[in-house]
């Protein structure tokens, strides 16, 4: 039996694969020692993070709700360029900031900013302090993320002011952004990751695409842009060329694979229970409500621009503007036609495998049954 429960643990761990969880302090005093991030603005261009620090946010922006939420995120840098650790080295050339661990501060948000005030400052400090002690967790803290519920992964003008105190004083240093929302609306987690530039630094605007980090796992559509609710479209892109957006990628050890399993046998029957079109329900309906809203901007647009001549209130529109608007607009409407669908289907299936037939399939609350 003392053999057996051996023989299980040497298969809960793998030299190889648990790599990026071996934190070598006098190699990352090393890269500390010789910042390449100063020569180089673009010097990082990968986030690395570990399967329980993801889940760690996730479950934190989620229970934030409607309202903002903030943590931070410890780890280390990785130089990819020097070799560094060939079992676990990125696959892109450059630094890479390795997350292996995250914990919440307590902070209260609002809808639209949260802010660390001097108590989460003593509450960090004396966290770092407790893990060194310890002897749990040794790397520093190298980010900070929060939530933007249900308006994408992308920095506002108050996180690009955040993230340029912390970078000019606490480099290396990264920004990540979760939306709650969205992760539950695709059953995918959709995170950025951002640095900003040094003040010195002439970055070219970046397009639509670019600044809401599209490359990092952002909500996009196929052109490459990111719909943003019309409260947020002001702020949203106003600072797009103060920062850019870093790959993220996710990588987890042999216990946490066999974790993560073990859960998945047994809470697999809850989530096949689950209806989306309950779940997502809220965020649908603000979706729904943001669309008319645009709908009604576009269409007095057009009617400004039939009865003027293509002069509007703020000047000459464009018929090309109004239908780049139109075209976002069906794109949205689209997408959100297309989970109501896939919800209703999936919805559906689930009443005729266990529920007897059609009799039980879903009604859209109008009494009348499916439709």
């Not at 506002?156 to 290396?172: E, K």
Request: hydrophobic share 35%.
């Amino acid at each position: 039996m003392f053999t057996m429960e051996l023989l299980a643990t040497d298969r809960l761990s793998d030299p190889k694969r648990d790599a990026l969880y071996n934190y070598d302090a006098a190699s990352n005093n090393a890269i500390a020692s010789k910042k390449p991030w100063l020569k180089d603005v673009h010097y990082f261009k990968t986030v690395r993070i570990s399967a329980v620090a993801l889940m760690k946010m996730v479950m934190h922006a989620r229970s934030g709700g409607a309202f903002e939420v903030m943590g931070l995120m410890q780890g280390y840098v990785m130089d990819n360029s020097s070799g560094g650790n060939s079992n676990a080295s990125s696959s892109i050339a450059g630094g890479t900031l390795v997350v292996t661990d995250a914990f919440r501060l307590p902070v209260i948000g609002t809808e639209t900013r949260v802010n660390a005030q001097d108590d989460a400052n003593e509450y960090l400090v004396e966290y770092l302090r407790l893990c060194r002690e310890e002897g749990t967790r040794e790397e520093n803290v190298v980010g900070w993320y929060h939530s933007h519920p249900g308006y994408g992964c992308w920095l506002s003008g108050i996180d690009v002011s955040t993230q340029h105190l912390q970078q000019s004083f606490n480099d290396p240093f990264v920004a990540v952004v979760i939306d709650p929302d969205r992760t539950t609306s695709a059953n995918k987690v959709e995170i950025g990751a951002f640095r900003t530039y040094p003040e010195s630094h002439k970055a070219a605007v970046p397009t639509t695409g670019e600044a809401s980090g599209s490359g990092s796992g952002g909500v996009v559509g196929q052109d490459g842009s990111q719909s943003v609710p019309v409260a947020k479209a002001e702020d949203f892109g106003a600072h797009a060329s103060k920062y850019y957006a870093l790959e993220v990628e996710h990588f987890k050890s042999t216990l946490d694979s066999r974790l993560l399993e073990l859960l998945w046998n047994k809470y697999w029957v809850q989530t096949l229970a689950q209806n989306p079109l309950i779940t997502n329900r809220d965020y649908a309906s603000s979706q729904m409500a943001d669309l008319g809203v645009r709908v009604q901007e576009v269409a007095g647009l057009v009617s400004r621009t039939g009865r003027g001549g293509g002069q509007g209130a703020a000047g000459p529109v464009s018929a090309k503007g109004i239908d780049g608007a139109m075209e976002k607009i069906v794109r949205d409407v689209n997408q959100i036609a297309a989970k109501e669908r896939a919800g209703l289907m999936a919805a559906d299936v689930k009443s005729k495998l266990f529920g007897g037939g059609t009799g039980n399939a879903p009604t859209c609350g109008c009494g009348k049954g499916g439709h």
